[in-house]
Nanobody, 113 residues
Framework: QVQLVESGGGLVQAGGSLRLSCVVSGTIFSSKTMRWYRQAPGKQREFVAHITPGGATNYADSVKDRFTCSRDNAKNTVWLQMNNLKPEDTAVYYC???????WGQGTQVTVSS
């Protein structure tokens, strides 16, 4: 059984930082591409970041140069470092095992102005 467990969300002021974690079990993590998505109230879920097994990354334009995705294959963990947060980053953030229907439960990020 594949499991993805996110943590690290919270309430932060605009300009602040948060680091989200996603621990993956039940699969060979080191061979998997991972993605982060987010869903704001009343909006569709949107792509945030992508990291390949080798660590190559890709980001949505809205978060480029502010967010950094990284991974440690020995710890089965992927992180999303979020800097210079803006109120429009407020959403529930989900990690996803790319190309599958496996998702984490989500973690709430709220950025106050």
């Amino acid at each position: 059984q594949v499991q993805l467990v996110e943590s690290g969300g919270g309430l932060v002021q605009a300009g602040g930082s948060l680091r989200l974690s996603c621990v993956v079990s039940g699969t060979i993590f080191s061979s998997k591409t991972m993605r982060w998505y987010r869903q704001a109230p009343g909006k569709q879920r949107e792509f945030v970041a992508h990291i390949t097994p080798g660590g190559a990354t890709n980001y949505a334009d809205s978060v480029k140069d502010r967010f950094t995705c990284s991974r440690d294959n020995a710890k089965n963990t992927v992180w999303l470092q979020m800097n210079n947060l803006k109120p429009e980053d407020t959403a529930v953030y989900y990690c996803n095992l790319a190309f599958t229907g496996w998702w984490g439960q989500g973690t709430q990020v709220t950025v106050s102005s």
